[in-house]
């Protein structure tokens, strides 16, 4: 059985979802919540060290202003009413992702970020105008400024993601097979999941059932 330490998830379809059900796309995105507190509750639950939440892209910029606003005032109210229950609940948060947001948002992440630093049941890694090809970037830009050596250690030490293991599993919700620019370095090795399930119908019984599935996988290496 393969220990289970990092869990990463593209959360992909509120959209189509909103649409559908209620001609909203936004009322996808708030349907969304729903599902990343369920997600939240069965990580602790599976003793799950790290949990990553791909929330908002480098490129989601290019959406109508509407819903960026919508996303991240829904955002604001969801950390400002459940800071405290993580607190309690021993959940870490961290944002992986340039905070290039409103005074507000920057100072409630920082804040976030502040009073969980200590909490050991989960770490919560919300990518947050997140963008792998930029991490990279800025990662080489500081070994060089430091004058080090371009080396594989000294590259993923300089990522968002120090000190996070690399993900066991990778989940992608939507029916959509790509990575949209998630995390590239670090899923080298990690095992990939595509539901078909759109984010707001993404179950405890899907999320179990991949586990499950990963819990049996041989995971080679490179050897045999
Ligand atoms: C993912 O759902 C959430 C964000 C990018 C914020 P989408 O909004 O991409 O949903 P679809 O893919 O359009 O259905
Ligand atoms: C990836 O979803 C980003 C998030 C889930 C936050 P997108 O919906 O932005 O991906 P593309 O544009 O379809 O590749
Ligand atoms: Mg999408």
Do not use: C
């Amino acid at each position: 059985m393969n220990p289970l330490n990092h869990v990463a998830i593209i959360m992909d379809g509120n959209g189509r979802w909103g649409l559908k059900k209620y001609n909203s796309r936004n009322k996808g995105h708030r349907a969304g919540l729903d599902t990343v507190e369920k997600i939240i509750k069965i990580s602790i639950k599976q003793k799950i060290k790290h949990l990553t939440l791909f929330a908002f892209s480098t490129e989601n910029w290019k959406r109508p202003k509407s819903e960026i606003n919508y996303l991240f005032n829904l955002l604001e109210s969801f950390l400002k009413l459940k800071l405290k229950k993580f607190h309690k609940n021993n959940i870490k948060l961290k944002v992986i992702g340039e905070k290039k947001f409103s005074k507000k948002l920057n100072n409630l992440l920082l804040k976030s970020e502040k009073i969980t630093k200590n909490n050991t049941a989960l770490q919560i890694n919300l990518a947050l105008n997140y963008g792998s090809k930029n991490e990279i970037v800025k990662a080489i830009k500081k070994i060089n400024g430091k004058k080090l050596e371009v080396t594989e250690k000294n590259i993923t030490n300089s990522l968002y993601t120090k000190n996070i293991p690399d993900p066991d599993i990778l989940i992608r919700t939507g029916k959509t097979t790509r990575l949209s620019n998630f995390l590239l370095w670090q899923i080298s090795y990690t095992e990939i999941f595509f539901s078909h399930k759109l984010w707001p119908d993404f179950q405890e019984a899907d999320f179990l059932k991949i586990v499950n599935k990963f819990k049996k996988i041989k995971r080679n290496y490179g050897d045999i």
